[in-house]
């Protein structure tokens, strides 16, 4: 059963990027797309974008212009940044697979809280 | 962007109840169409895919329907374990975009 585990640093600057790895265990990271999700505290998800096993990404426009997502087949592992964060990006960040592009979500990471803060 | 809303938000009800949650995509969207269960401080956990298909381990009083843009979550039969916000999802073209949730509370 694969399973997915995110890491990173809790706490990130405001102006500062956010950076995060999703390490893929007990599976393949071949064939598969890799997404990022979020979850403001007492609020609803967001999709940031993905990764494809091959370096492909689809990005949220809302987001575009700051999220950079890479994967490492070799290393098993897939990774975010996010630019230039403000308190508005403090979330629980999840990393999710999908079978495709028009795939349901599934599994998904624990998730990591972020908090924007100085 | 394809937006999703889930009727009602909350809702208050007692095991054993049968529920529905409804969810409408402002755009058709064929079956691309997920349902998820969310306990606090929790991951999301796929429930349903492409509107009815129940993910393996998933309980069998789980089903879902609808076709387009209007789309249906029910619960046979409400157990103390069902009582989680639910989310509604398509899959139908990026931005990927889910329902604001419905939270189904014990009355």
């Known amino acids: 059963q694969v399973q997915l585990q995110e890491s990173g640093p809790g706490l990130v600057k405001p102006s500062e990027t956010l950076s995060l790895t999703c390490t893929v265990s007990?599976?393949?990271?071949?064939?598969?797309?890799w997404n990022w999700i979020r979850q403001p505290p007492g609020k609803g998800l967001e999709w940031i974008g993905y990764v494809f096993y091959s370096g492909d990404t689809d990005y949220n426009p809302s987001l575009k212009s700051r999220v950079t997502m890479s994967v490492d087949t070799s290393k098993g592992h897939f990774s975010l940044k996010l630019s230039s964060v403000t308190a508005a990006d403090t979330a629980v960040y999840y990393c999710?697979?999908?079978?495709?592009?028009?795939?349901?979500?599934?599994?998904w990471g624990q998730g990591t809280l972020v908090t924007v803060s100085s | 962007d394809i937006q999703m809303t889930q009727s009602p938000s909350s809702l208050s009800a007692s095991v054993g109840d049968r529920v529905t949650i409804t969810c409408r995509a402002s755009q058709k969207i064929g079956t691309y169409l997920n349902w998820y269960q969310q306990k606090p401080g929790k991951a999301p956990k796929l429930l349903i895919y492409?509107?009815?298909s129940l993910q393996s381990g998933v309980p069998s009083r789980f089903s879902g329907s609808g076709s387009g843009t209007d789309f249906t979550l029910t619960i046979n039969s409400l157990q103390p374990e069902d009582f989680a916000t639910y989310y509604c999802?398509?899959?139908?073209?990026?931005?990927?975009?889910f329902g604001q949730g419905t939270k189904v509370e014990i009355k």
């Open positions: 007990s599976g393949s990271i071949s064939d598969y797309y």
């Open positions: 492409v509107t009815s």
């Open positions: 999802q398509q899959s139908y073209s990026t931005p990927y975009t």
């Open positions: 999710v697979r999908a079978y495709s592009s028009v795939g349901w979500f599934d599994p």
